[in-house]
């Protein structure tokens, strides 16, 4: 029998944790499939709530600042172009057989990613001279890498009583009211947003961030402040809500999972450059027109509809848009295969 290869995964924090919980989800989905993985981060601080239990298969290890004396994996993953210690990269290019060095990027839904993706980078100097690393990017087409997903996630998520989960922890529903879970950024369209939702009697679960203490009860609006969730805690509130504002890559992608009418506020950019993002996937998906007018005014790029216009549109397109995206092989079985075909 084929041994079992050893992974690490180098990720650096830059803000929200959001690189940690992408790598974290890649490092858990390794060690359920079996895998023995080496996760090494610069500031581990937010596994604290994140994944209090940390998972048999994963070693975590801080970031080396200085030469650590270990054999590099048979996979290194090098995250979002976090750049590896240099001397690692020595102790790879040292190594009687070479490890395969990939950089996983970030997701986009820009045409770039299908050209892109795959591609070699060989490295002619530096202390990887020799080595070759290859482009790997999540996405939403069969010319990408696919979005994490864990097996069995879809029959686990059909399968789940969110009423019940909800009720076990004290956010049960008053009869008649809508449960939508938000999770943004500082944003300054949050007084409409707060209107629009208090037009039917809804029940806001404000999950932590810069909105939770800016939230104003109005009538027919009723809020929670919800606590920093492991994981799989927020996976399950997202299945449990009639909808979701997200934000960044993780949770974007467990909306889309979750299939229930979602809102993304993209992570902003100095330069706009995610307004070209955001219209990439709005595209991609083919969302509601009306549904663009939501997402348009919760990223600042016009007025926020007074009224949520197109969530009936949107709860008829989440489950399909969800069925096309599992139609594909999910993230880590085609990264698997990608290594093993260019050993």
Same mark, same amino acid.
């Given at each position: 029998?084929?041994?079992?290869?050893?992974?690490?995964? @180098?990720?650096?924090?830059?803000?929200?944790?959001?690189?940690?919980?992408?790598?974290? !989800?890649?490092?858990?989905?390794?060690?359920?499939?079996?895998?023995?993985?080496?996760?090494?981060?610069?500031?581990?601080?937010?596994?604290?709530?994140?994944?209090?239990?940390?998972?048999?298969?994963?070693?975590?290890?801080? &970031?080396?600042?200085?030469?650590?004396?270990?054999?590099?994996?048979?996979?290194?993953?090098?995250? @979002?172009?976090?750049?590896?210690?240099?001397?690692?990269?020595?102790?790879?290019?040292?190594?009687? *057989? =070479?490890? !395969?060095?990939?950089?996983?990027?970030?997701? $986009?839904?820009?045409?770039?990613?299908?050209?892109?993706?795959?591609?070699?980078?060989? %490295?002619? $100097?530096?202390?990887?001279?020799?080595?070759?690393?290859?482009?790997?990017?999540?996405?939403?087409?069969?010319?990408?890498? #696919?979005?994490?997903?864990?097996? #069995?996630?879809?029959?686990?998520?059909?399968?789940?009583?969110?009423? $019940?989960?909800?009720? *076990?922890?004290?956010?049960?529903?008053?009869?008649?009211?809508?449960?939508?879970?938000?999770?943004?950024?500082?944003?300054?369209?949050?007084?409409?947003?707060?209107?629009?939702?208090?037009?039917?009697?809804?029940?806001?679960?404000?999950?932590?961030?810069?909105?939770?203490?800016?939230?104003?009860?109005?009538?027919?609006? !009723?809020?929670?402040?919800?606590?920093?969730?492991? *994981? *799989?805690?927020?996976? !399950?509130?997202?299945?449990?809500?009639?909808?979701?504002?997200?934000?960044?890559?993780?949770?974007?992608?467990? =909306? %889309?999972?979750?299939?229930?009418?979602?809102? &993304?506020?993209?992570?902003?950019?100095?330069?706009?450059?995610?307004?070209?993002?955001?219209?990439?996937?709005?595209?991609?998906?083919?969302?509601?027109?009306?549904?663009?007018?939501?997402?348009?005014?919760?990223?600042?790029?016009?007025?926020?509809?007074? $009224?949520?216009?197109?969530?009936?549109?949107?709860?008829?397109? =989440?489950?399909?848009?969800?069925?096309?995206?599992?139609?594909?092989?999910?993230?880590?079985?085609?990264?698997?295969?990608?290594?093993?075909?260019?050993?």
């Amino acid at each position: 029998m084929e041994s079992r290869p050893l992974w690490d995964i @180098f990720c650096r924090v830059i803000d929200n944790h959001g690189d940690l919980g992408v790598c974290w !989800r890649l490092a858990r989905d390794l060690a359920m499939r079996g895998h023995t993985v080496r996760l090494w981060v610069d500031d581990a601080s937010a596994l604290a709530w994140m994944a209090p239990e940390l998972a048999a298969g994963i070693g975590l290890r801080a &970031w080396p600042e200085q030469d650590v004396d270990v054999q590099p994996g048979d996979i290194v993953i090098e995250a @979002f172009g976090c750049e590896l210690p240099p001397s690692f990269v020595a102790r790879m290019a040292a190594c009687p *057989q =070479a490890p !395969r060095w990939i950089n996983l990027e970030y997701l $986009s839904a820009e045409d770039y990613v299908e050209r892109s993706h795959g591609l070699a980078s060989p %490295q002619f $100097s530096g202390p990887g001279a020799g080595l070759t690393k290859h482009f790997f990017y999540p996405g939403f087409t069969a010319r990408t890498g #696919g979005l994490l997903r864990e097996p #069995g996630l879809l029959d686990q998520i059909d399968g789940f009583d969110g009423n $019940s989960w909800l009720a *076990q922890r004290g956010w049960a529903p008053r009869p008649g009211e809508r449960i939508v879970s938000l999770f943004a950024y500082a944003n300054a369209a949050l007084p409409a947003l707060l209107d629009a939702l208090a037009e039917e009697p809804t029940l806001l679960l404000a999950c932590p961030g810069p909105a939770q203490a800016r939230i104003e009860t109005r009538a027919g609006l !009723r809020s929670i402040a919800v606590p920093y969730l492991p *994981q *799989q805690d927020y996976d !399950r509130l997202l299945w449990s809500c009639d909808l979701n504002f997200v934000r960044g890559e993780d949770s974007f992608v467990r =909306a %889309q999972w979750a299939g229930k009418p979602f809102v &993304w506020q993209i992570y902003p950019q100095h330069d706009d450059a995610h307004h070209a993002k955001l219209e990439a996937f709005m595209s991609r998906a083919d969302l509601p027109d009306a549904w663009r007018a939501v997402w348009h005014g919760w990223n600042g790029l016009g007025a926020l509809p007074a $009224s949520l216009t197109g969530l009936a549109e949107a709860a008829a397109h =989440a489950p399909a848009w969800r069925a096309q995206l599992a139609a594909q092989p999910d993230l880590l079985s085609q990264l698997d295969g990608f290594v093993r075909a260019s050993r």
